[in-house]
């Protein structure tokens, strides 16, 4: 069956982090995740707005917000507060309709390594109505000067990696995205204590999951067919680091060694604060979450300011209309088997403007 994504991008800028909270009633946790249930309703909306035509496609409607967009004020969250994110996020999400995703960028998590984890929740609704969701959880994996950061005592808090950004290896102005990949997993978090496959166990999210390497995922739709989401968080997607690329080679090849079906469509996800595409790092064709660089290539088909929004002082959602899903790029992935070519994508990138 022929698989359309209607995308629905939610532009909240930097959320709180850098503005006083434009609702001062009760605590940020229970504003953020009332202001996450509204937009899950929100989605859920346009998604029976479109199965209510009895188009003769499958038809997933992913909701996916902007890099920062989910950012407290003065403070990060704790693990203690993410698990209840994720608790409450889960519990809300049994009764969608199947084929919904939720992309859930970013949220700003103080790890028990003593670092503030800039994190991703991607949700997906249950094949069957009333079921579990399934929850992934991943993170960015290289810092940027230009992220927002949170102060304590006066003095900045380190970010995922601000270490190893400093490392000769990473430094070496020779190194390859591939031997740049091999760093990163080397010095990864998910090799030790603070791994969230240990420390996220206890929670609704997919932990050990096969179907997942960081930020590429294997989803099943509703009707049984097999997709490739890659998901990257702003500079992961540079010229040179090509995060998305490496993260969904491991994933193949990860099924493949265990006999599972690969998936031969699928979507490339950007969720940034401000970055330009990247062509040749693309696995297959981009929707972008960037309050700087919409997506004009996709036709807009619904557009709403939130002025009584819990959490943020400023967002608006753009509904597209669906596209069909088309073939994962066998050129930029290299030698992956089993993926087929569809040539050029269609990108072009412009500030989001009032009609």
Not at 26 to 54: A, V, W
Not at 73 to 97: C, D, Q, V, W
Not at 109 to 121: C, F, Q
Not at 142 to 150: E, F, I, N, Q
């Amino acid at each position: 069956m022929k698989v359309k994504v209607q995308n629905i991008i939610g532009i909240g800028y930097k959320g709180e982090f850098d503005s006083i909270p434009a609702l001062e009633t009760g605590d940020s946790l229970s504003r953020l995740i009332s202001h996450i249930k509204n937009l899950i309703d929100y989605t859920k909306i346009k998604h029976l707005e479109i199965i209510d035509q009895g188009d003769r496609y499958e038809l997933i409607t992913r909701l996916t917000l902007n890099e920062f967009s989910l950012y407290t004020h003065e403070r990060p969250l704790t693990l203690l507060e993410y698990k209840t994110i994720i608790s409450e996020i889960s519990a809300y999400s049994k009764t969608l309709p199947s084929n919904i995703h939720l992309i859930l960028s970013s949220l700003p998590i103080l790890w028990p390594d003593g670092e503030i984890h800039n994190t991703v929740l991607h949700v997906q609704s249950s094949r069957k109505c009333g079921r579990n969701p399934i929850l992934h959880h991943l993170d960015k994996k290289v810092p940027d000067l230009g992220d927002a950061r949170y102060k304590k005592e006066g003095q900045p808090s380190p970010l995922y990696r601000d270490s190893l950004m400093d490392d000769e290896a990473f430094l070496d102005i020779f190194l390859t995205a591939d031997k740049l990949y091999q760093l990163l997993e080397g010095n990864d978090y998910y090799h030790t204590e603070y791994s969230p496959n240990l420390l996220l166990k206890d929670t609704e999210v997919r932990v050990d999951d096969i179907n997942q390497h960081r930020g590429a995922l294997r989803i099943k739709t509703a009707s049984g067919e097999i997709i490739l989401v890659t998901i990257e968080i702003c500079v992961e997607h540079s010229e040179t680091n090509r995060i998305g690329i490496s993260d969904t080679k491991y994933l193949i090849q990860q099924l493949a060694q265990a006999g599972k079906k690969l998936p031969s469509i699928g979507n490339h996800v950007l969720t940034s604060n401000s970055i330009d595409i990247v062509k040749e790092n693309l696995v297959a064709r981009v929707i972008h979450a960037d309050p700087k660089n919409p997506p004009l290539k996709y036709k807009e088909s619904a557009r709403e300011t939130l002025s009584n929004s819990t959490f943020g002082n400023q967002w608006t959602l753009f509904t597209y209309q669906p596209k069909k899903l088309k073939a994962i790029k066998q050129k930029n992935l290299e030698r992956v088997p089993e993926i087929v070519d569809t040539g050029d994508d269609e990108i072009e990138n412009s500030p989001y403007v009032n009609p």
